[in-house]
């Protein structure tokens, strides 16, 4: 199995401009987001790479996408019909072939020699199976993710057969269906916003987009009903993810990639300065 194609979800109308924020990447490079995004894909071997927009943001992506421009192909969500609906919207594009999904509100930071990614295509084409990528995230958190529950598959530490998946869990929900063996206590699996699916997901995502069940227009629905017909594997990735949407999140984005860079020392230096200039105030 060969991972050729991503998938990049931006039609939210409410998050148009996130994936046009400029960041400095870790050679010390501005670049918009969503260029990092891509260089992200691409990283992982991937030669075609499929958006699904808002009609009106097709050109600014293009002018953002850099050096990615000539791997891309633009798909247009009209309306806002939910995030499910949006990856469905690629079924024709992808074809019958396994592809990476990105997220297009999330950056990715690898702390391995091999980014985020990687690390995920890399187990999908090993054990012939979808991946998500999951971390360990604390139950005062999880409201905000779709999280899983599952064992250990073999003896491989760090990755996870799933058997349930809830979007956005309470805790409550979390401690009856997500225990995880292993995994510490008041900690659960949640979703890093990189996934590796099989083709088998369109079919799936057909029936539950037209359904009234709960996250019926997210993937977490449609993800459970893959791991009842599939095998479907849960890796901790090595890295952090970070939602630019959410309050603090460019910032957090960017101290990581600086903080990894090749600009670290000269970071940490004039984030020590700030903060001994704040205790003397």
Do not use: W
Request: hydrophobic fraction near 40%; include cysteine; charge should be negative.
């Amino acid at each position: 199995m060969k991972i050729r194609k991503a998938l990049i979800t931006l039609a939210d109308p409410n998050q148009s401009t996130l994936p046009l924020q400029t960041l400095i990447d870790r050679k010390g490079d501005r670049k918009p987001a969503l260029e990092l995004i891509l260089d992200e894909a691409a990283s992982a071997g991937i030669e075609e790479i499929i958006l699904i927009v808002c009609p009106a943001d097709i050109e600014p992506y293009k002018k953002a996408a850099g050096k990615h421009r000539e791997s891309l192909r633009f798909l247009e969500q009209e309306s806002p019909a939910g995030y499910a609906n949006a990856i469905l919207l690629a079924k024709d594009a992808i074809g019958d072939e396994p592809f990476l999904h990105l997220v297009g509100d999330h950056l990715c930071v690898s702390n391995r020699s091999i980014s985020c990614a990687q690390q995920l295509v890399k187990v999908a084409e090993q054990s012939q199976s979808s991946v998500s990528g999951v971390q360990a995230t604390r139950e005062n958190l999880i409201t905000s993710f779709g999280a899983v529950g599952g064992r250990l598959e073999g003896r491989e530490s760090g990755l996870y057969r799933v058997d349930t998946v809830l979007e956005k869990p309470t805790p409550t929900e979390a401690e009856l269906s997500l225990l995880v063996p292993g995994l510490r206590a008041g900690f659960y699996l949640c979703f890093f916003g990189i996934h590796v699916l099989s083709p088998t997901i369109f079919e799936i995502l057909e029936s539950t987009t037209r359904s009234n069940e709960r996250g019926a227009r997210s993937l977490s629905l449609a993800l459970q009903k893959l791991a009842e017909k599939e095998k479907v594997l849960a890796l901790e990735i090595h890295g952090d993810r970070f939602d630019i949407g959410s309050e603090y999140g460019i910032f957090f984005a960017q101290l990581a990639l600086a903080l990894s860079g090749e600009d670290r020392d000269k970071v940490m230096s004039g984030l020590l300065e700030l903060v001994a200039q704040k205790v003397k105030s």
